[in-house]
């Protein structure tokens, strides 16, 4: 339901960060827990065109993403995105700590809120899953914050 995954990406997403050290390590993947703070804040910041990132898939296949996004499925552990998207590595960290990486995300989410109830109709490009409306924005993140919190342990 979106109402509740606005609740969650608005109120309780954050706090669940409030313990997890620099450089913690997730249960998959390369990167620590302020590489993925970081990464989540670069993900918002595409969904209100502060990055853009064009569009990776073909237009045939984004039918069945849209799909997928619309579900209630998980991303599976260990999920890459598609080449080109992000680099095999981690990228390093560019805050100076994780509390200044986190008030970081904390006001890009904030960012992300204001922008929509502004721009309410906008539609920006994911690389994979095309245009997304706000709501459909909501869907993503919330299955992206989901994704990470599981990844380092923060959710069961």
């Not at 998959?28 to 804040?41: D, I, R």
Request: no cysteine; charged share 25%.
């Amino acid at each position: 339901m979106t109402p509740e995954k606005i609740k969650f990406l608005k109120n309780d997403f954050i706090p669940l960060l409030k313990d997890l050290p620099t450089e913690a390590k997730g249960k998959w993947g390369k990167m620590n827990g302020q590489q993925m703070v970081e990464h989540v804040t670069g993900f918002f910041k595409v969904s209100i065109g502060k990055i853009q990132i064009p569009l990776v898939t073909p237009i045939d296949k984004l039918p069945k993403l849209k799909e997928f996004l619309q579900s209630e499925k998980e991303f599976l552990p260990n999920t890459k995105a598609p080449d080109g998207i992000l680099p095999d590595e981690p990228l390093p960290v560019r805050k100076a700590s994780m509390q200044e990486a986190v008030n970081d995300l904390q006001k890009t989410i904030n960012d992300f809120f204001s922008y929509y109830e502004q721009n309410e109709d906008h539609k920006k490009t994911h690389p994979v899953f095309g245009d997304l409306s706000f709501l459909e924005w909501v869907q993503l993140h919330h299955k992206h914050v989901i994704h990470h919190l599981k990844q380092f342990g923060l959710l069961g």
